[in-house]
């Protein structure tokens, strides 16, 4: 199964959680796979070392005479593979720009992959550029973080009225996974009034796991680990060992 985990407005926990979700389920005995398609690469740098990096997501797209295995790095997870990022990856759309299979790259890239995972994570960036539209068209299912803050759903319509257009023709097999409510500060009126109104739209589409503030999830990338490396008992660990068996209950 391919989850994409999209929400073009930045800073919701997309990247914490395609860390620390893909982490869980290999950490379940899934062989899984994680492609990072954000320039910034933060998914990539909690895995692994830069310097030992040549190509990646980038090269993926556009080195088409080589197989696409040639840019999978094992990580230090057992079970858990990853296609970096690198910030070449930011000149990528203008470089797909005219061509007639540009929507479909990484589909058709991934297909030669596929059956080597039993899951493949995308972590997309923060826009809802031919990037992630080649996520959407490749996926079966995407993920949208949301954090419990004011402004939560600003901007879901128009990722919501994207996924709407690549289902009605270049992937009618795209179905919403779940919605995941990020950042909750169990302290605040405001996080849980949140809350309660994303239930209220996405109903059961809503993940039952909640993935509360932590300092331990926002410290554990600078240490280039995932929550269960760097921190295996706290609530984020638990958190997102949590949500990792809501999502395989759900494929």
């Given at each position: 199964?391919?989850?994409?985990?999209?929400?073009?407005?930045?800073?919701?926990?997309?990247?914490?959680?395609?860390?620390?979700?893909s982490?869980?389920?290999?950490?379940?005995?899934?062989k899984?796979?994680?492609?990072?398609?954000?320039?910034?690469?933060?998914?990539?740098?909690?895995?692994?070392?830069?310097?030992?990096?040549?190509?990646?997501?980038?090269?993926?797209?556009?080195?088409?005479?080589?197989?696409?295995?040639?840019?999978?790095?094992?990580?230090?997870?057992?079970?858990?593979?990853?296609?970096?990022?690198?910030?070449?990856?930011?000149?990528?759309?203008?470089?797909?720009?005219?061509?007639?299979?540009?929507?479909?790259?990484?589909?058709?890239r991934?297909?030669?992959i596929?059956?080597?995972?039993?899951?493949?994570?995308?972590?997309?960036?923060?826009?809802?550029?031919?990037?992630?539209?080649?996520?959407?068209?490749?996926?079966?299912?995407?993920?949208?973080?949301?954090?419990?803050?004011?402004?939560?759903?600003?901007?879901?319509?128009?990722?919501?009225e994207?996924?709407?257009?690549?289902?009605?023709?270049?992937?009618?097999?795209?179905?919403?996974?779940?919605?995941?409510?990020?950042?909750?500060d169990?302290?605040?009126?405001?996080?849980?009034?949140?809350?309660?109104?994303?239930?209220?739209?996405?109903?059961?589409?809503?993940?039952?796991?909640?993935?509360?503030?932590?300092?331990?999830?926002?410290?554990?990338?600078?240490?280039?680990?995932?929550i269960?490396?760097?921190?295996?008992?706290?609530?984020?660990?638990?958190?997102?060992?949590?949500?990792?068996?809501?999502?395989?209950?759900?494929?």
């Amino acid at each position: 199964m391919i989850i994409v985990i999209a929400n073009q407005k930045g800073g919701v926990g997309k990247t914490t959680t395609a860390i620390n979700l893909s982490a869980a389920c290999a950490l379940q005995g899934k062989k899984t796979l994680l492609i990072d398609l954000d320039p910034q690469s933060n998914s990539s740098m909690s895995f692994v070392e830069p310097d030992r990096v040549n190509g990646g997501a980038y090269e993926l797209f556009t080195e088409l005479d080589k197989p696409a295995d040639s840019f999978i790095y094992k990580t230090n997870v057992e079970k858990l593979d990853l296609v970096p990022a690198r910030i070449n990856l930011a000149k990528l759309e203008a470089k797909l720009i005219g061509d007639f299979d540009a929507a479909f790259r990484l589909r058709d890239r991934i297909e030669q992959i596929r059956s080597d995972y039993d899951l493949i994570f995308i972590d997309t960036p923060p826009t809802l550029g031919m990037i992630t539209v080649n996520a959407l068209v490749a996926a079966n299912y995407v993920m949208i973080p949301i954090q419990s803050s004011y402004f939560a759903l600003e901007g879901t319509d128009d990722l919501l009225e994207t996924i709407e257009k690549v289902r009605s023709r270049p992937n009618p097999e795209l179905n919403l996974l779940g919605v995941l409510v990020t950042m909750f500060d169990r302290r605040t009126a405001l996080s849980k009034d949140v809350e309660s109104h994303i239930r209220k739209v996405f109903g059961k589409k809503t993940f039952n796991t909640i993935i509360t503030r932590s300092v331990r999830l926002e410290e554990s990338p600078a240490h280039k680990k995932s929550i269960f490396a760097y921190a295996p008992k706290s609530s984020g660990a638990v958190e997102y060992q949590s949500l990792s068996k809501e999502v395989l209950k759900r494929v």
